[in-house]
């Protein structure tokens, strides 16, 4: 019978760790000067003093690692985010605003990317943000039939909850005009009825092949068939990328059998490098129920968690619903992926069995469906720490944030979305899309506040993420709404530490530098409460701890 290998920390040595100051996110002991490190775990925090003497007291003779002139706060935890994903979309050709501005830049890059893959490769490109193109629409299958017809072409939205397709892909899988559409998806077509060649969520199953994962209805599928080598390979180099940002753990927000196998066989050969916990995707709930992954399972580098359900689209693709239609495009609903009453089933049979839920939900529509489904299912079975998830949770109205409190419901918020198209929401629903991702209300309703990256829908840089939720400051440079949707530093760094933590269900050993907890730490050059909000973004993190071992050192990339 297989089983997870059991973890102890890679680097046991003792070691005292000092810092011009370190912020603990312990409310009983919120700045320190020192800690002690030993197995992974943290012995004794407080003055240099203090911790000297717990080493003696426990006969240690540590090694020292000194920061004069740095700041010391726990590993930030990435409660939502999609490592597998991101690992392809780092393999794939770069079409983000930063790179493309138009649709004819698009294809040239495209074209390049081409020339370097062997023939009859499928070509992907992934990043482009509609509304940031000068054309301010999706490219069409034409245009990208100009990039190859004789193999795919998939291009990405920065969503991931779509993009566009060349003619080639579709006449491969049988798609045409006549195809309806899949439940929880939709393949785009003009005012003829031809297709556009943009799809939707679960539209993209066909991208999957005949051998693929299959998610039907139960969310936008990302889950393209690489060779298991070549998913180690992915998750060796985002890995990286997390540890490089401070990241030390995260929420795998849509686990399939393909992510399953791959974190497996890391965990196999010790390549584990920070720590995951997995949100089995709701297709595969039933199965979940039958093998008993409803208790605490794994190790301190991974672990079943819950199940990832999704009520709606994306904003950043106009899929989420909204049943009067977008400003942008009154033509447009957006969709729910689920019927009201399968959903709140889904959700019911989850909560009995003891798992917590996370559920994609953007517009206040389909988080009214959550809350209303979570508010059942608490119902049927009273449980007062159940910790039920809503992801985004993007435009909750009022009375919706007051319920959430009541109920216990944590949302999960991506600051850096605004960050990155803050403008674009407006665009698409209106004035009401200065809301988005309303934290200020949120604090002010007592419900708590969690803040992740989505990656690769947005990098894994907590320090952006913050600056984000202190100054509603968008990339462009615009502020989106009142100051009173804003937070403070303290808050939001809270938000990407502990509160991380309790999500995850995770406090008791995550997300605060605590005596008993693990040895998860990152190095700041500068003090994140005390700088400009406005420069907490460019605070460089210069190395990132895991178990009391530094796992990313900025000085030796190169």
Same mark, same amino acid.
């Given at each position: ?110 074209? $390049? ?38 193999? !795919? ?87 990286? !990328? ?115 839920? $996370? ?20 119902? !049927?079975?009273?449980?007062?720490? $159940? ?131 693990? $040895? ?39």
């Amino acid at each position: 019978m297989r089983q997870l290998a059991t973890y102890d920390a890679r680097d046991s040595i003792p070691t005292i760790v000092t810092a011009k100051r370190i912020l603990t996110v312990d409310a009983d002991q919120p700045e320190a000067e020192a800690l002690l490190s030993a197995g992974g775990r943290i012995l004794a925090v407080g003055s240099v003093a203090d911790v000297e003497a717990a080493a003696a007291d426990a006969g240690l003779a540590p090694e020292r690692a000194d920061y004069p002139d740095a700041t010391i706060v726990p590993g930030f935890i990435d409660p939502h985010a999609h490592p597998l994903m991101y690992g392809q979309m780092l393999t794939w050709i770069d079409i983000s605003p930063e790179k493309a501005g138009s649709i004819p830049e698009i294809v040239e890059l495209m074209r $390049a990317g081409a020339a370097k893959l062997p023939a009859g490769a499928p070509i992907r490109g992934y990043g482009y943000e509609q509304r940031n193109l000068a054309e301010r629409r999706h490219p069409t299958r034409h245009e990208l039939d100009e990039i190859a017809t004789d193999r !795919e072409v998939y291009i990405m939205n920065a969503s991931g909850h779509g993009g566009v397709v060349n003619t080639f892909t579709f006449e491969k899988f049988g798609i045409t005009r006549d195809t309806p559409n899949p439940e929880g998806g939709e393949f785009f077509r003009d005012a003829d009825g031809e297709l556009t060649g943009e799809l939707s969520d679960a539209a993209c199953n066909v991208l999957t092949g005949l051998h693929g994962v299959k998610i039907g209805h139960h969310g936008p599928n990302f889950h393209l068939g690489d060779e298991p080598a070549e998913h180690q390979r992915q998750l060796d180099l985002v890995q990286r !990328e997390f540890l490089r940002g401070g990241v030390t753990a995260i929420g795998d927000a849509q686990v399939s059998k393909r992510e399953f196998a791959a974190y497996l066989e890391a965990a196999d050969r010790g390549a584990l490098d920070m720590r995951v916990s997995m949100y089995f995707l709701s297709h595969l709930l039933d199965q979940v129920l039958d093998i008993g992954l409803t208790g605490p399972f794994g190790n301190p580098f991974l672990s079943a968690t819950g199940i990832k359900l999704y009520a709606d689209g994306t904003l950043g693709g106009w899929t989420a619903y909204f049943p009067e239609g977008y400003v942008g495009d009154p033509c447009r609903t957006g969709q729910l992926y689920h019927e009201p009453r399968e959903y709140t089933e889904l959700v019911s049979k989850a909560h009995a069995a003891g798992l917590q839920t $996370a559920t994609h939900a953007q517009s206040p529509t389909a988080i009214k469906l959550v809350v209303d489904a979570i508010e059942q299912a608490l119902l !049927e079975r009273p449980d007062a720490d $159940a910790r039920h998830r809503i992801e985004h949770c993007g435009l909750p109205t009022p009375e919706e944030i007051t319920r959430m409190a009541e109920l216990g419901i944590r949302p999960v918020n991506q600051t850096q979305h605004y960050y990155n198209w803050g403008e674009g929401v407006e665009q698409a629903i209106g004035t009401p899309g200065e809301r988005f991702n309303p934290l200020g209300e949120f604090v002010d309703a007592g419900v708590p506040v969690t803040i992740s990256s989505d990656a690769p829908v947005a990098e894994p840089r907590p320090l952006e993420a913050i600056q984000a939720a202190v100054t509603r400051i968008t990339r462009r440079g615009a502020q989106l709404g009142p100051d009173s949707l804003r937070i403070s530093p303290e808050a939001a760094l809270r938000g990407h530490t502990l509160e991380g933590a309790i999500t995850l269900g995770r406090e008791n050993e995550l997300g605060s530098i605590t005596v008993g907890k693990r $040895a998860d730490f990152v190095v700041l050059g500068a003090n994140p409460l005390e700088v400009p909000g406005g420069d907490i973004a460019a605070i460089p993190v210069r190395e990132t701890w895991v178990d009391g071992s530094r796992r990313f050192a900025a000085d030796e990339v190169r």
